[in-house]
């Protein structure tokens, strides 16, 4: 005979789910959110309507009201200045760590004496220590808009890129102000007027103490081969054949460090590009601007290998202009690929490596 012991446990059935459950909710309708929450705060969900919480209760009703304190602020925790123990991966310092095209409205002094307002995308970035876990970037804004209404020259910038310093606790630290500069130019012969724009970028770096400024610009011109210019001469000669040379839309970035006292006003650099190859696109044309354009680019036929250096001869003889990158791209209508050259002067642009995407950012999209 079995003889079974009288405390061996029931098998609870779906019936005795239910009963139990009955009870739990009858108490949970009752008990504190605490009391739940200690038990279990599953059981929340147990509940009409209920979900899944934990102690204590979170209300979902934004809280316009709120305005928080110093010591609430001081106790809100700071991940980015938290202990070396959070850094994930190598111990390894980074040079520039920071934001990237954030934009406003910016003043700018001109070399007649005017002021534009101009948007502008800047960049800001400091040093970071291999024992620091990060910074806090909203400084970085923070450090910008206290000069944001003022009218910018490199001075300003300097006093900018000290506040970035000081608040971000670093030791190296850049500045770059991107924007689009309009210059008022004359057609060649129709004598009209309107506006060209440069893509023009002013950067303050410092690094080890030493603070240097640098000035970008994108320079678009009109570029005719020169071979292409004398084929198409030898077949009407020889043939009586009319023929075009090729010519297209090209672009050089010059980059340039700026030294000494005097002043290098955007509208020099700009000068100096258009000095050393004349042939810039243009902006209000006639029939006899379109002539006129046509016999400049035939007196000034320019391999990309010629453009670099008449660019370069300029920026040598220029007191104000200390090292130098020029990155010329002619975009060949005769090729489906481009003719490209570089030429640096100096240690500072000096690079074995390129970017792959480079001469992919040259283009003039107008």
């Known amino acids: 005979m079995n003889v079974h012991p009288s405390d061996m446990k029931k098998v609870a059935d779906r019936g005795d789910a239910k009963e139990a459950l009955d009870i739990l ?22 509940l009409p309507q209920g979900e899944v919480s934990n102690y204590p209760a979170l209300r979902r009703d934004y809280p316009e009201e709120f305005r928080p304190d110093a010591a609430y602020r001081a106790s809100m925790p700071d991940l980015q200045n938290g202990p070396s123990s959070l850094i994930k991966g190598a111990r390894q310092q980074l040079q520039h760590v920071g934001i990237s095209n954030f934009r406003l409205p910016i003043n700018f002094h001109t070399r007649e004496n005017g002021d534009l307002t101009l948007e502008t995308s800047v960049t800001g970035s400091v040093s970071l220590e291999a024992e620091k876990k990060g910074i806090n970037m909203s400084r970085i804004m923070r450090s910008f808009y206290k000069h944001a209404e003022r009218t910018f020259s490199f001075e300003v910038i300097e006093a900018a890129l000290d506040d970035y310093i000081s608040d971000l606790d670093s030791i190296d630290a850049r500045i770059q102000m991107r924007f689009s500069f309009p210059m008022k130019i004359t057609s060649l012969r129709s ?22 400024k640098f000035m970008h610009l994108d320079y678009v011109y009109s570029s005719t081969c020169p071979c292409s210019l004398e084929l198409s001469e030898h077949a009407r000669q020889a043939r009586g054949q009319l023929a075009t040379p090729h010519s297209q839309r090209s672009v050089a970035r010059i980059s340039v460090e700026v030294v000494g006292e005097a002043c290098l006003w955007f509208e020099d650099l700009i000068e100096l590009a258009r000095t050393a190859v004349a042939t810039e696109t ?20 320019i391999f990309v290998e010629d453009a670099a250096r008449l660019f ?17 791209s002619h975009q060949e209508s005769l090729h489906s690929h481009d003719a490209v050259s570089i030429t640096t002067e100096g240690e500072t642009f000096a690079s074995e490596s390129l970017d792959p995407k480079l001469f992919t950012t040259l283009f003039h999209v107008g």
């Open 25 to 46: 909710r009858a108490w949970a309708e009752t008990a504190t959110p605490e009391e739940i929450a200690d038990l279990d705060p599953a059981i929340s969900r147990l």
């Open 191 to 212: 004598g009209l007027e309107g506006y060209q724009y440069y893509d023009i970028a002013m950067e303050l770096v410092e690094h080890d103490g030493v603070r240097r």
């Open 282 to 301: 243009q902006v209000m044309v006639k029939r006899e601007d379109e002539q006129a354009f046509a016999e400049l680019n035939a007196a000034n036929p």
């Open 312 to 328: 370069s001869e300029q920026l040598l003889n220029d007191a104000r202009i200390g090292d130098f990158r020029v990155i010329a």
